[in-house]
């Protein structure tokens, strides 16, 4: 019954918060808008985050069917801009794509793992450098629910970053483990070793409602950095909130735009016939975002790539030039965000029945039977 209270808490709390909104939405909805620009107009953001989880939530029709699987063509944005996971291979010092993660690689472990997530950077392309705010969203979501009793859990962070005039932004303040952020978790836990992973960057026009609803948000939880971290709530109320918060997500473009992914953090997870064909791996390490665009010019410069601290560096850069520097003139036309992810077995296995309870229990029983055998053998 534990489970099943945190779980109605945390629902509560983000369901409440929006509550807690709408009075507020409603009188700065009333103002008048600025007519949209051109390269402003609607980019369906609701078609988008509207069924976004369908795939791990019980209540869709969708739910577990591979088959109904969102694609890029029908269902982003702008398909040029769908998210691209790559990893970081440090003993090799390479840059590789995620779904390339061999086996052996994975954790070797048949039950439940622990994921840590910490953004690190952001650094738009020349080509974007006229974009003056943006907003980075992770949403990450348990495939299979706590021993198919709960319905699966989700986790997810909205940080609000802005350039600075070098067009860098360092996220080293934000993330699931951030002190600042509100109620967030430096833990996921993702039920037999796999979940879904998401990330979208996207830029709304300043004075929209959803970058009134994320300022509100951000001043009533009474925090310094500019992100909204939700604890580990259920898929369905995750849904409703997101669909309702799209709804004032006017006028936005989407400069990295991602469906769920489905991610295998161990060997177990990968050997399950069930999962996904299409999936990245999941391993401790350096991410790396970027957009379909610009992946061809990428592609060229990698073996010539390193990833420090999050920084895309060239590895013949000047090592006596600051960090920030060396990363300026490294693919300065390529968009990413990065973050670093660890992943560990986790402590407590709840994706499978507690047979070592009742065993435990047993064993107890037996015990209390043979003290008090040996209570009567006395008297």
């Known amino acids: ?136 969203r992770v949403d990450t979501t348990q495939v299979h629910p706590f021993v198919d009793i709960l319905t699966p859990l989700a986790w997810s962070a909205i940080a609000s970053v802005a350039p600075n005039k070098m067009g860098q932004v360092s996220l080293d303040s934000l993330g699931f483990r951030s002190a600042q952020a509100t109620a967030g978790t430096s833990k996921i836990l993702l039920t037999r070793g796999t979940g879904k992973l998401a990330v979208n960057i996207s830029r709304a026009a300043a004075e929209s409602m959803f970058v009134k609803v994320l300022n509100i948000m951000i001043q009533g939880a009474k925090i310094a950095a500019p992100i909204v971290s939700l604890p580990a709530i259920s898929v369905p109320a995750l849904s409703t909130f997101t669909e309702a918060l799209s709804y004032w997500e006017d006028r936005t473009r989407f400069i990295m735009a991602g469906n769920l992914t489905h991610a295998v953090a161990t060997q177990q997870a990968l050997d399950d016939p069930d999962r996904d064909p299409q999936y990245i791996g999941l391993t401790s390490g350096d991410y790396l975002m970027v957009p379909q665009r610009h992946v061809d010019d990428l592609a060229k410069a990698l073996p010539n790539l390193d990833l420090t601290q999050g920084y895309l560096i060239a590895k013949d850069a000047n090592p006596d030039l600051p960090l920030a520097e060396r990363a300026q003139g490294a693919v300065p036309g390529v968009t990413y965000a990065s973050m670093h992810i660890t992943v560990q077995p986790s402590s407590t296995d709840l994706s499978k029945p507690a047979s070592g309870a009742a065993s435990s229990c047993s064993s107890s029983s037996s015990s209390s039977k043979s003290s008090s055998s040996s209570k009567e053998k006395k008297k």
Not at 18 to 39: H, I, V
Request: hydrophobic share 35%.
């Open 1 to 136: 019954m534990s489970l099943s209270r945190r779980l109605f808490l945390a629902d509560a709390s983000a369901l409440g918060m929006l509550a807690a909104l709408l009075p507020q939405l409603a009188a700065q909805e009333t103002a008048a808008q600025a007519p949209a620009a051109t390269e402003d107009l609607p980019h369906d953001s609701y078609d988008f985050w509207n069924g976004f989880f369908n795939s791990v939530n019980p209540y869709s029709s969708d739910y577990g069917n591979k088959a109904a699987s969102r694609g890029p063509t029908d269902q982003l944005p702008d398909p040029k801009a769908q998210t691209q996971y790559l990893h970081y291979d440090s003993e090799r010092k390479r840059l590789r794509y995620a779904s390339d993660i061999q086996k052996e690689e994975l954790l070797d472990h048949d039950g439940d793992v622990a994921v840590s997530i910490a953004l690190s950077q952001f650094r738009p392309g020349e080509g974007e450098s006229n974009l003056k705010a943006s907003q980075l």
